[in-house]
């Protein structure tokens, strides 16, 4: 699973909504993979808005989030990559 998303340059909020890439979930996964979108972007605002802006810090927020709702969902440990480009 990967997740993108684009926080704009300057502290100036997010520029587009988290994009998700699943893969091995097949079709019945809509709604988790809405889930985690929901989540990937209430998790981004939060941070930038406590001025976190370090892309690391980022990602390990991100990956730690969307893991944590995948395993409670499913009981598996996906794979996540969270990519975050600043623009």
Do not use: C, N, S, W
């Not at 709604?31 to 985690?36: C, G, T, V, Y």
């Amino acid at each position: 699973m990967a997740a993108a998303r684009r926080p704009a340059a300057a502290g100036r909020g997010l520029t587009a909504p988290p994009e998700l890439i699943a893969r091995g979930f097949g079709e019945a996964a809509e709604p988790l993979l809405e889930e985690l979108r929901e989540e990937a972007g209430r998790v981004l605002a939060d941070l930038l808005r406590d001025d976190v802006t370090e892309i690391k810090l980022l990602q390990e927020h991100l990956h730690d989030a969307l893991g944590g709702i995948v395993y409670d969902r499913t009981r598996r440990r996906p794979m996540v990559l969270p990519v975050i480009v600043e623009v």
